[in-house]
């Protein structure tokens, strides 16, 4: 997006360099207008307000139309001026959530208003229109987080809440700006304008007068319009057919399959939709996808799916209990509010291992990252970094990070990159000019006090340190499942990931099951109902498709389970406690 110009009072309509700003044929608009009103509008009206919900679809079919960030405060801009066949808005307008920008009609003209709960349906329906705009929708987020829109986070970079907030604002890919309280300028007079003092940090601030002092995440996400539980969910008479753990590949599968079944599904994620994957600059070997997706694309595409089926996801929302009630399961959230579900879906997926060197901890968050999105590539302006590990991730995260940073050294502890790399990656990797591969290397130290200088490598093989220039780290060195709440719950296997088909029957109790009259199904877990896929589960294989399949699965097998007979409790033996088994359906 360009600043908008102004030449002999006239205004000069921003072109569409992007794809973000296509322009809708007539046809179109008639298909648009069926389910719509005109409307003539006057200079100067504004047709929506930053940090206020969008109510309504807006395409201009006369006069133009400037979007301004940040109207009123200090850092007021005009970002974008369209005309006639352009249409408004972001994805936060199919997601429910708030404006990031304002718009205003510099010349008065006509446009054409759709409620945004016929054009949820219509991107949905309608092929060609509706992935002209989710495409668009899509390029105009990641434009917003470049240009730093959005909410503001005031914050130390040592402070742990500066980066729990930061770091949900990035997964949730929300637009916003971090504002260092250590070194940005502005900081100190952001400071007295809204008369906060050091220890009240961090703070969010929108509109120029919006101030949250130290946010949850989830006040957070009540600020921005990300959908919270909802009373009917919040209490014990809430009941769903189907509760889905997680919002990754995985999760957001189950969702889709379970909703387009005619399932009462929710869907919960601690964090954010989308898991590990959101993280993934591109994915190029998932299928249908053949010159390749970013992560953040494909979940966004999930999330619109599974509303348009009629799924409810609901974020920040944490799990922390799972016990049998009556013939169904309570689920607990550690906010104290509780759901009943017919099913459960596991789908919590993993969470990146940390790197153990010593003065590592004061770096996170700061230098060192556990993901490689827009938002920590754009801190390295042009500078060297390192990757470790010698999976997927890296490999991809490396080729990602190689478009901003001068340098990227892929640190590798083994000595075959073929050993865990996809080969179409491997190639790329290492035909790539500014990717340097370094295999049977490790971290040893890390330099820099307020943020990372340097790294001390060495050769596992040979024993050899050399110090590497890197002003940024990014790790990729396995993972550890979501699981530490159901320890004692359900069988895990020595590493945490939930045990299922085959390996549930090998462990599980048999007075348990003598009332379903069966085995465990291939996802189904120790317990008559619940299900894991992904990540989560032992012997899963760790890829995006694969996730997406099991996702899928567990809903077929959901369906298996209620199809059986009706709902009987069986009373465990030695220490276990009663366990639902499965319920009639007319399906």
Same mark, same amino acid.
């Given at each position: 997006?360009?600043?908008?110009?102004?030449?002999?009072?006239?205004?000069?309509?921003?072109? @569409?360099?992007?794809?973000?700003?296509?322009?809708?044929?007539?046809?179109?608009?008639?298909?648009?207008?069926?389910?719509?009103?005109?409307?003539?509008?006057?200079?100067?009206?504004?047709?929506?307000?930053?940090?206020?919900?969008?109510?309504?679809?807006?395409?201009?079919?006369?006069?133009?139309?400037?979007?301004?960030?940040?109207?009123?405060?200090?850092?007021?801009?005009?970002?974008? !001026?369209?005309?006639? $066949?352009?249409?408004?808005?972001?994805?936060?307008?199919?997601?429910?959530?708030?404006?990031?920008?304002?718009?205003?009609?510099?010349?008065?003209?006509?446009?054409?208003?759709?409620?945004?709960?016929? #054009?949820?349906?219509?991107?949905?329906?309608?092929?060609?229109?509706?992935?002209?705009?989710?495409?668009?929708?899509?390029?105009?987020?990641?434009?917003?987080?470049?240009? $730093?829109?959005?909410?503001?986070?005031?914050?130390?970079?040592?402070?742990?809440?500066?980066?729990?907030?930061?770091?949900?604002?990035?997964?949730?890919?929300?637009?916003?700006?971090?504002?260092?309280?250590?070194?940005?300028?502005?900081?100190?007079?952001?400071?007295?304008?809204?008369?906060?003092?050091?220890?009240?940090?961090?703070?969010?601030?929108?509109?120029?007068?919006?101030?949250?002092?130290? /946010?949850?995440?989830?006040?957070?996400?009540?600020?921005?319009?990300?959908?919270?539980?909802?009373?009917?969910?919040?209490?014990?008479?809430?009941?769903?057919?189907?509760?889905?753990?997680?919002?990754?590949?995985?999760?957001?599968?189950?969702?889709?399959?379970?909703?387009?079944?005619?399932?009462?599904?929710?869907?919960?994620?601690?964090?954010?939709? &989308?898991?590990?994957?959101?993280?993934?600059?591109?994915?190029?070997?998932?299928? &249908?996808?053949?010159?390749?997706?970013?992560? &953040?694309?494909?979940?966004?595409?999930?999330?619109? #799916?599974?509303?348009?089926?009629?799924?409810?996801?609901?974020?920040?929302?944490?799990?922390?209990?799972?016990?049998?009630?009556?013939?169904?399961?309570?689920?607990?959230?550690?906010?104290?509010?509780?759901?009943?579900? =017919?099913?459960?879906?596991?789908?919590?997926?993993?969470?990146?291992?940390?790197?153990?060197?010593? =003065?590592?901890?004061?770096?996170?968050?700061?230098?060192?990252?556990?993901?490689?999105?827009?938002?920590?590539?754009?801190?390295?302006?042009?500078?060297?970094?390192?990757?470790?590990?010698?999976?997927?991730?890296? $490999?991809?995260?490396?080729?990602?990070?190689?478009?901003?940073?001068?340098?990227?050294?892929?640190?590798?502890?083994?000595?075959?990159?073929?050993?865990?790399?996809?080969?179409?990656?491997?190639?790329?990797?290492? #035909?790539?000019?500014?990717?340097?591969?370094?295999?049977?290397?490790?971290?040893?130290?890390?330099?820099?006090?307020?943020?990372?200088?340097?790294?001390?490598?060495?050769?596992?093989?040979?024993?050899?340190?050399?110090?590497?220039?890197?002003?940024?780290?990014?790790?990729?060195?396995?993972?550890?499942?979501?699981?530490?709440?159901?320890?004692?719950?359900?069988?895990?296997?020595?590493? &945490?990931?939930?045990?299922?088909?085959? @390996?549930?029957?090998?462990?599980?109790?048999?007075?348990?099951?003598?009332?379903?009259?069966?085995? /465990?199904?291939?996802?189904?877990?120790?317990?008559?109902? !619940?299900?894991?896929?992904?990540?989560?589960?032992?012997?899963?294989?760790?890829?995006?498709?694969?996730?997406?399949?099991? $996702?899928?699965?567990?809903?077929?097998?959901?369906?298996?389970?209620?199809?059986?007979? =009706?709902?009987?409790?069986?009373?465990?033996?030695?220490?276990?406690?009663?366990?639902?088994?499965?319920?009639?359906?007319?399906?």
């Amino acid at each position: 997006m360009s600043t908008a110009e102004h030449e002999q009072g006239a205004v000069r309509e921003t072109p @569409d360099r992007y794809g973000a700003f296509p322009r809708l044929t007539p046809e179109q608009l008639e298909t648009l207008g069926a389910h719509g009103e005109r409307r003539r509008t006057a200079e100067g009206e504004a047709l929506y307000r930053e940090g206020r919900p969008m109510r309504e679809f807006l395409a201009i079919l006369s006069g133009t139309v400037e979007i301004i960030h940040d109207q009123g405060g200090p850092d007021e801009r005009t970002v974008a !001026v369209h005309g006639p $066949g352009r249409f408004l808005g972001e994805l936060g307008l199919l997601e429910g959530q708030a404006a990031f920008d304002t718009a205003v009609m510099r010349q008065a003209g006509e446009i054409l208003a759709v409620p945004v709960e016929w #054009q949820r349906t219509l991107v949905g329906r309608d092929p060609v229109l509706g992935d002209l705009i989710l495409r668009a929708y899509l390029g105009r987020r990641y434009l917003l987080i470049g240009l $730093g829109a959005g909410f503001r986070i005031l914050g130390s970079c040592y402070s742990p809440d500066t980066l729990r907030l930061r770091e949900f604002a990035a997964r949730n890919r929300l637009p916003h700006r971090w504002v260092d309280l250590e070194k940005d300028k502005e900081a100190e007079a952001l400071l007295r304008r809204f008369a906060i003092r050091p220890e009240e940090t961090p703070v969010v601030l929108w509109k120029g007068d919006r101030v949250l002092r130290n /946010p949850s995440n989830a006040e957070l996400a009540r600020l921005i319009g990300l959908p919270a539980p909802a009373p009917a969910l919040s209490s014990d008479s809430g009941r769903c057919d189907v509760l889905v753990v997680g919002a990754g590949p995985a999760g957001l599968a189950a969702s889709v399959y379970g909703a387009s079944d005619g399932l009462t599904t929710v869907t919960v994620d601690a964090v954010a939709t &989308g898991g590990q994957a959101a993280t993934s600059s591109r994915i190029e070997n998932y299928l &249908g996808f053949p010159s390749g997706i970013s992560g &953040g694309e494909l979940v966004e595409r999930a999330v619109l #799916q599974a509303h348009k089926f009629g799924a409810r996801l609901m974020v920040p929302a944490q799990v922390s209990g799972l016990t049998p009630q009556d013939d169904e399961y309570a689920v607990t959230f550690t906010d104290g509010s509780r759901a009943r579900a =017919g099913a459960v879906v596991l789908a919590s997926g993993v969470r990146y291992r940390r790197l153990e060197v010593p =003065g590592i901890d004061r770096l996170e968050g700061v230098s060192v990252y556990y993901a490689a999105t827009v938002h920590e590539a754009g801190l390295c302006r042009a500078d060297p970094v390192a990757v470790v590990g010698g999976g997927n991730s890296a $490999g991809q995260a490396a080729l990602f990070l190689a478009h901003h940073a001068s340098r990227v050294h892929l640190l590798v502890r083994g000595g075959d990159l073929n050993a865990d790399m996809s080969r179409y990656l491997v190639d790329q990797v290492e #035909q790539h000019p500014r990717i340097e591969v370094l295999l049977h290397t490790e971290v040893r130290e890390v330099g820099g006090q307020e943020k990372l200088e340097s790294l001390t490598v060495q050769d596992n093989a040979s024993g050899e340190r050399r110090e590497l220039r890197a002003t940024a780290l990014f790790v990729f060195i396995g993972a550890r499942p979501h699981t530490e709440w159901l320890s004692g719950v359900l069988a895990l296997d020595e590493k &945490g990931f939930v045990l299922t088909g085959a @390996d549930a029957r090998a462990v599980a109790d048999a007075h348990r099951w003598a009332s379903p009259g069966r085995d /465990p199904l291939l996802l189904e877990t120790t317990l008559p109902g !619940v299900f894991a896929a992904g990540d989560v589960r032992s012997g899963s294989v760790k890829r995006v498709a694969s996730a997406t399949g099991e $996702g899928a699965m567990a809903i077929r097998l959901v369906h298996e389970h209620r199809e059986r007979r =009706g709902h009987q409790v069986a009373t465990g033996s030695e220490g276990h406690q009663p366990v639902a088994g499965g319920s009639v359906s007319s399906r």
